[in-house]
């Protein structure tokens, strides 16, 4: 079940986890400091296409991605779901809405995170503005 699990949502929090490592360090080998800007804009235009999409399906405007890239059309990642592991079409659309909504969070968390701390003093200065 993992395994038909991660097809699509893989999609979702492997390319949001590649958003989130732009601001960790890797090691020396991966030349990261170069690598990670073509990462990330391929990460992201990923992430936002299911996040569009996982918008789209509990509203009716897109259907839930049945089908398979390879081999038959009914050994697709959402076929073995619902055939296999006894899985609705509610609960698929429950489970990646709420995992894209998840993973958005935590890309906001850290990116939010990362910018109060590169810019400390000036959210403290603006504290001490807007508070008495």
């Given amino acids: 079940m993992l ?54 399906v509990p509203r009716g405007k897109a259907s839930i991605p049945f089908g398979s890239l390879w081999g038959e059309a009914d050994h697709g990642d959402m076929n073995q779901l619902i055939n296999f592991h006894d899985w609705t079409p509610g609960d698929i659309i429950g489970t990646y809405s709420t995992l894209t909504h998840l993973c958005l969070l935590a890309i906001f968390a850290v990116y939010g995170y990362t910018l109060f701390r590169q810019h400390r003093e000036l959210f403290v200065a603006l504290g001490r503005q807007w508070l008495p």
């Fill in 3 to 56: 395994l038909s699990f991660g097809g699509v949502g893989g999609e979702i929090y492997l390319s949001a986890l590649l958003m989130v490592s732009f601001y960790f360090p890797l090691p020396e080998y991966f030349r990261w400091d170069f690598y990670r800007f073509p990462v990330v804009l391929g990460a992201a235009f990923c992430f936002w296409g299911q996040v569009w999409l996982w918008q789209q």
